[in-house]
């Protein structure tokens, strides 16, 4: 006995300790067992999996004085490019508990995600939450089922219906989220970190910058009414479980204009223009081509988010992939973003919201889009 209590400090095998570990309650997990033996601790600490579920049990004490009592199963989840999550079960039910990336506090609004999410699962979107911390930890029930959906799900009719049925449930929310999303000074903030962080970016960025602040003009002129938006749509946000389309991950949550989740949604699912369309005529019901023309504008501004927040989590130090394939995904995005600037589809898409407003608008010799402040 005195040997397993660690008072002559053996060697543990780390397979009994984990056995071990499924049979403990999840308050004797977070401060006991640690204590108990130095080998426990250290299979703890060394297997990252377990680790960072401790990590955000140890902050969770609400959670684990009325948690069932044993941990049956742990493993680690995939699709995150900074969060960590890992899916645990215990006697009866599953949760998933999530890290959040290193310093993604300073540009995500954790209360409220924390009041965002709270509406979305009252609407019947989301996953219900067993805790959420200040700090971005948080432990969410396990959805049942689940089917995350991929660029190829998506080619099924199906469930490109049934994830713009979800939008629609949470475009059409009667309450307001509790922050607004502006995706211009949103890009604006990321360049503004890169630059604290000395990152010398490539000159292409600076000639994109000009055109999104005239971009960021038009829109101001629109006076666009903001709703409940997601905001970071994913394909593997969007999980079906048992058959229900649901929403997940709210960090970027906020009231925003409908037709970006429509853009995003369209470019992180590498949608066709074929696809396009048909995601306008299951959420509208009918064609829509002013907010048509809006979605076009907005797609180059998704691919540079996308490329800009790949640049901060390299800046960050905060991968959970290679460094070499975020490198790869960063210049994709923005090659993205300057391909989709140059199409006809975006001039035209321009002009016709700039007519909206009654700007002064016409095209330099060398091609670019100038317009007059107009907001």
Known sequence: M???FGKLNPDFPDDLAVKLFSYIDIK??????????????????QDPIKKTLF???????????????????????????????IFFATAGKAFVGRRPGIHSDRFIDREAEAYNVAIAVRLGIAAPVAYAGKKGNQITHYLPNPKPMTPEL??????????????KIVHGCSK???????????????????????????????????????????????NIKKVPCHNDTTPGNFIKSN??????????????????????????????????????????????????????????VVELWAALWTWVQI?????????????????????????????????NAYDYVSKLTAPTIHHSENNVITIQPIC
């Open 2 to 4: 005195a040997n397993f």
């Open 28 to 45: 004797t997990f977070i401060t006991v067992a640690p204590a108990v033996n130095k080998d426990w601790n250290r299979v703890i600490n």
């Open 55 to 85: 990590s955000v049990l140890s902050q969770a004490s609400d959670f684990a004085n009325k948690a069932p009592n044993q941990i049956m199963e742990i493993k680690k989840l995939g699709g995150g490019l900074t969060n960590t999550s």
């Open 154 to 167: 998506f080619k099924d009719a199906k469930n490109l219906q049934k994830a713009a049925h979800v939008l």
């Open 176 to 222: 307001q989220f509790s922050n607004d999303i502006d995706v211009f000074a949103r890009n604006r903030k990321m360049l503004a970190l890169l630059k604290e962080k000395q990152v010398a970016l490539p000159p292409a960025y600076e000639i994109v910058m000009e055109t999104m602040n005239k971009l960021e003009r038009l829109f101001c002129a629109l």
């Open 243 to 300: 058959g229900e389309m649901k929403l997940i991950d709210w960090e970027y949550s906020g009231n925003n204009d409908p037709v970006w989740d429509l853009a995003n949604t369209s470019c992180e699912g590498e949608f066709t223009e074929s696809q396009d369309h048909q995601l306008f005529l299951y959420y509208f019901g009918t064609w829509a081509n002013e907010a048509y023309q809006r979605f076009l504008l907005y797609k180059p």
């Open 315 to 347: 800046a960050n130090n905060n991968m959970q992939d290679s460094l070499e394939n975020l490198r790869q995904y960063e210049q994709r995005r923005f090659e993205n973003c300057k391909k989709l600037l140059n199409e006809a589809m975006f001039k």
